[in-house]
């Protein structure tokens, strides 16, 4: 292959953008963690970070360098390493804060739910791609999805079933680790996904609505008549001091409260780097990692804050339109993996650290200390370029 | 499994274009949406945020819920809070020299190190104060204030502490509070807290967080029932100014008390048992030899419920020594927590005959007006047992003078009967197996359940394949051998002959309550029997009790002279240290049984020496034969 045709069609935008956000992770990070050296080194952090990044941007070019249908074949042997490995957890993972979500690879230590929510996405390209009605016949999914207005809504949520299963296995393995937040990226990445190949939008929304119904239920039951309900107490006292402020003040709602007290005192120019009191002196809980937002934020202020989220809005953008250019539905669906998990992160991650969203423990992609979330949000822009490079069929 | 490329054809592309726009559009409307949030908290309310932010900071003070009351059945206070002063640090970010620091060690009287050590535990946490005291004497309070000006950060705050009015008196069922310290702790007590879930949440309260440091219950109600006694801790976050005093309450989550605890205890028949035993355990000392009467326990239960009247432990222990979570040093020696009523385990002696009996005349093996002659020794094989009072014996016994004067002779020969009957229908059997029949009916086999922690229980011994000789089988007729019970399974036993065989689950919370409202109340409850016996056979059990404390009975001396009728039997039970212990059964009043209770005293010589006078102050004051006890709570300050 001609390397100066493939360098020409590969999205310097999205790469830059990508770019751009590990470097103001890295800057930050350093921020968060100065005043905690580890072993007695002020820059453990920046030096684990940086080399993360050095990894993660090699990955990334890897990724996108092989033939995604390459990849799309793998598929199913994805899925199972994903099961099994999510089982490994289960078995013999480390509990950090009452969760069991590390697992321990010789000096490492990985997050493999991280890795599974990548694994997810190519999976569920792969297998709703192949299901979409009409494939193989050349007709396509959406023309099926017009001719579709005419079925049931019953029928349609029925032939959605196979995709539920099917992302369901690995969403209760990686439930009862118990990672109610990254439980909840597996069915956003699910809703983009199945969206975009044609399901009728009523039917998601009939679906998302009748879940976090039941579940709402099952809370006041839990509360009520002692219902038992498989999430821990930590879980429910996050969503209690979301639902209702003050509630339980001493863990979840309180970081909620001191975050948004960070982020309020950046105003229009933040208090400088290295200056943001509430980071400094141990106010902001988890700050360079779930909480790493509100350090930006006090520091560096809106305009740090808008240029971060500005950052994320380009990143979408080309990412939706290389799912526009695909040459196929399962590139397509690809693009809109990646971009629905990246969006679904910075919604939940952001949000929690502004209030308006409860205290779940999703990193902040490519800003968020820690190098397994920073390799697998690395391979999933890998995976959008890889399609946005073999966009016209003609040079394969 | 290969998955076919699908070109999009331009019908498709347009609704994937359409989709993809109203896909991006949403993702886009809600990266603005932070954005505006993001905005309105910098810009709109950034000023009020950048006050809160610098200078004046914001502590999170936790409200220590106080732990919910535990009362008697009359309503008298046998576990109450007080308010205590603590020494907290706010800490600022500035650093104590080592001066400081030695300075307030020395005021609080903690090791050196110990304030750093605690700063250092709080990384990462320093928006909460650091706990360092609980419980400041008055010395303590004043020097500090003394000293203030040089502890920056330093706040002195009011806490509720546990607090029992009574001091020692029953100890061992109330139990003590300390702090959580091991995680085995933390897991065990989030265990056992959904058990009471639904009391909790018609308390409205949640179920409670454990932490390390936290001060929960340890022994006895407080722990079993820490769950609902502790309440929900509140929270008050604060701002303080730079030396770390509180100047304004920014937001409160009042602290909600712990649920009061009813219970089926008699402080006044508590206080009669414990001073008794204490006043017999001293004449046996005095009188006998410094090695008599060293430890005793007793249980005294409501014949028709199974609530626990008394139980005591002696020695015992002041549960106000650990009052604000750290034993006091002065005491620690004395911390007696082990609850032998309901983990010690004795050999019951012959207490256990009533069981021989039962299983005798259940079993048909023995006639009621059959006599058998006592000469002083019964023979098994070549060797020879004696009977108690030696040559040349009771002479001619029948069950009910048996019972009363307590002949092994009869009851080994019973036991020779039973074993000869077990054998004939399986010859790896014994006596045991047949009595274990039937043990377990009246609780000698296995915890007994009461919801206290920690219970250990004996269980009836059984051949189980191993070959017993023929001495070590029959001797368990007399209750010598292999059994070993605890006094509250002992208790049951005399409550469930009592209770005409029915056997109430013994227990001592009798209600659970939040503000005068009664949340949950005990059901006492029966243990369906597996083998129910004939009345006749209890009938002639209790008249032979009854005889026991009746004239030429082995008790008569503590009875002789009391209105009320006791059924009662003496235990001399010989263990493999001397002198024997002293045991005694009974209930009252025996045509219509209201209480029944089990007393052992360890070295205690023989039980008409030592458990039958205790006995005898138990029904004088439970049926009023003496002017109501009166129960002073003794002076507070001095624990």
Not at chain 1, 332 to 357: E, R
Not at chain 2, 291 to 297: C, F, I, N
Not at chain 2, 490 to 504: K, P
Request: hydrophobic share 45%.
């Amino acid at each position: 292959m001609n390397l100066r045709r493939y360098l020409r069609l590969v999205d310097w935008a999205l790469v830059a953008a990508t770019v751009a956000l590990m470097g103001i992770g890295l800057l930050f990070i350093t921020s968060a963690t100065r005043a905690q050296p580890v072993a007695g080194d002020n820059l453990f952090y920046f030096r684990r970070q940086l080399l993360s990044m050095v990894v993660a941007l090699g990955a990334m070019a890897l990724v996108a360098a092989v033939d995604y249908a390459v990849i799309l074949r793998l598929a199913p042997w994805i899925y199972l390493a994903n099961l099994a490995m999510l089982v490994a957890v289960e078995v013999a993972g480390t509990i950090v804060f009452g969760a069991q979500r590390w697992l321990r690879v010789g000096p490492l230590q990985v997050q493999p739910s991280e890795f599974a929510k990548v694994a997810m996405i190519i999976c569920l390209a792969a297998f709703i791609a192949r299901r979409a009605p009409g494939a193989g016949t050349g007709t396509g999914a959406a023309a099926a999805a017009a001719t579709g207005g005419s079925k049931t809504w019953l029928r349609k949520a029925v032939e959605l079933l196979p995709s539920i299963l099917y992302v369901g296995l690995p969403v209760l393995l990686v439930f009862s680790q118990p990672d109610l937040g990254t439980s909840l990226v597996f069915v956003a990445i699910f809703l983009g996904m199945a969206y975009v190949a044609g399901t009728d939008p009523r039917v998601l929304f009939g679906l998302v609505g009748g879940a976090a119904g039941a579940g709402a239920l099952a809370i006041w039951l839990h509360y009520r008549f002692g219902l038992p309900i498989p999430l821990h107490d930590y879980q429910l006292r996050r969503i209690m001091a979301f639902i209702q402020p003050g509630y339980d003040l001493r863990a979840a709602g309180y970081h909620a409260h001191q975050s948004q007290i960070a982020i309020g005192s950046g105003r229009w120019f933040g208090q400088g780097l290295w200056e943001g009191s509430q980071n400094q002196l141990n106010f902001l809980p988890m700050r360079h990692t779930d909480f790493i937002f509100s350090v930006i934020g006090e520091e560096a202020g809106f305009l740090g804050a808008l240029l971060v989220l500005g950052l994320f809005l380009v990143l979408i953008w080309r990412c939706v339109l290389v799912a526009g250019q695909a040459q196929d539905l399962a590139g397509s669906l690809l693009a809109v993996g990646a971009t629905s998990l990246i969006g679904f992160h910075v919604l939940v991650n952001v949000g929690m650290a502004t209030g308006i969203m409860p205290v779940t423990g999703l990193p902040l992609p490519f800003i968020t200390a820690g190098g397994s979330s920073l390799l697998a949000n690395a391979v999933a822009v890998g995976l959008v370029l890889n399609v946005g490079i073999r966009r016209f069929k003609i040079y394969f | 499994m290969i998955v076919a490329p699908q070109a999009l054809s331009g019908k498709d592309r347009k609704g994937l274009e359409r989709r993809l726009t109203l896909y991006f559009a949403v993702v886009g409307a809600s990266l603005l949406l932070l954005l505006g949030r993001v905005g309105y908290l910098q810009l709109v309310r950034g000023e009020h945020f950048e006050a809160l932010a610098r200078g004046n900071r914001i502590r999170l003070v936790s409200l220590t819920a106080p732990r919910g009351e535990i009362v008697d059945r009359n309503g008298r206070l046998l576990a109450t809070t007080r308010p205590a002063f603590t020494a907290s640090l706010m800490f600022m970010g500035h650093q104590y020299d080592d001066e400081t620091l030695a300075k307030l060690e020395e005021i609080l009287s903690l090791e050196p190190g110990r304030v750093r050590t605690l700063i250092q535990r709080q990384r990462g946490q320093w928006f909460r104060p650091i706990r360092l005291k609980n419980d400041l004497t008055p010395v303590e309070h004043s020097r500090l204030e003394e000293h203030r000006h040089e502890l920056p950060g330093l706040v002195i705050e009011v806490v509720p502490l546990r607090e029992y009015p009574y001091g020692s008196l029953a100890a061992h069922v109330l139990g003590r509070v300390g702090t959580l310290n091991s995680e085995a702790q933390r897991l065990a007590l989030d265990t056992q807290r959904s058990d009471f879930g639904p009391v909790l949440s018609a308390a409205g309260l949640d179920l409670p967080g454990y932490q390390i440091d936290d001060l929960i219950g340890l022994i006895g109600l407080e722990r079993q029932y820490d769950a609902v006694l502790r309440g929900t801790d509140g929270t008050r976050e604060v701002e303080v100014n730079a030396r770390g005093t509180p100047t304004r309450v920014e937001r409160e989550v009042e602290a909600q008390p712990g649920l009061r605890l009813h219970l089926s205890l008699d402080a006044g028949l508590q206080q009669v048992l414990e001073r008794t035993m204490l006043e017999v355990a001293e004449r046996l000392r005095r009188t006998r030899s410094p090695e008599h009467a060293t430890s005793a326990a007793a249980v005294v239960l409501d014949v028709k419920t199974g609530g626990v009247l008394a139980m005591a432990s002696m020695p015992t222990f002041d549960p106000n020594w650990s009052a604000s979570g750290r034993i006091d040093p002065r005491f620690l020696s004395q911390m007696e927590e082990f609850n032998r009523a309901i983990q010690g385990l004795y050999i019951p002696g012959s207490t256990y005959k009533m069981m021989t009996a039962i299983a005798a005349l259940e079993e048909g093996v023995l006639d009621p007006d059959e006599y058998v002659h006592c000469g002083g020794a019964f023979r098994i094989g070549g060797d020879s047992i004696s009977c108690w009072v030696g040559a040349p014996g009771h002479g001619r016994v029948n069950l009910t003078r048996a019972l009363a004067v307590s002949c092994n002779v009869y009851f080994l020969e019973m036991g020779a009967r039973l074993r000869a009957l077990a054998r004939s229908e399986n010859p790896d059997s014994g006596l045991v197996d047949k009595l274990s029949q039937y043990a377990a009916d009246f609780g000698l086999d296995g915890p007994t359940g009461i919801d206290l922690p920690f219970e250990r229980a004996g269980r009836s011994p059984r051949t189980a394949g191993r070959r017993w000789l023929a001495g070590e089988d029959i001797q368990c007729a007399m209750g010598q051998s292999r059994h070993e019970y605890s006094p509250l399974q002992l208790a049951v036993f005399a409550a469930t002959i009592a209770n005409g065989g029915t056997r109430m689950q013994p227990y001592l919370v009798e209600a659970i309550s939040q503000d005068d409202r009664v949340i949950w109340r005990a059901q006492p409850e029966a243990t369906p029997a597996a083998r129910p016996l004939s009345a006749r056979t209890l009938e002639l059990i209790g008249q032979g009790m009854l005889a026991g404390s009746g004239p030429g009975g082995t008790a008569y001396w503590s009875f002789r002279d009391l209105p009320v009728e006791v059924a009662g039997k003496t235990g001399t039970a010989q263990t493999s240290v001397r002198p024997n212990d002293g045991l005694f059964l009974g209930y009252a009043p025996y045509d219509d049984p209201q209480i029944a209770w089990a007393i052992v005293f360890r070295h205690g010589e023989s039980g008409a020496l030592s458990g039958a006078p205790v006995a005898r102050e138990l029904v004088r004051h439970y049926f009023g034969l003496v002017s109501p006890a009166v129960v002073p709570a003794p002076p507070r300050g001095t624990p």
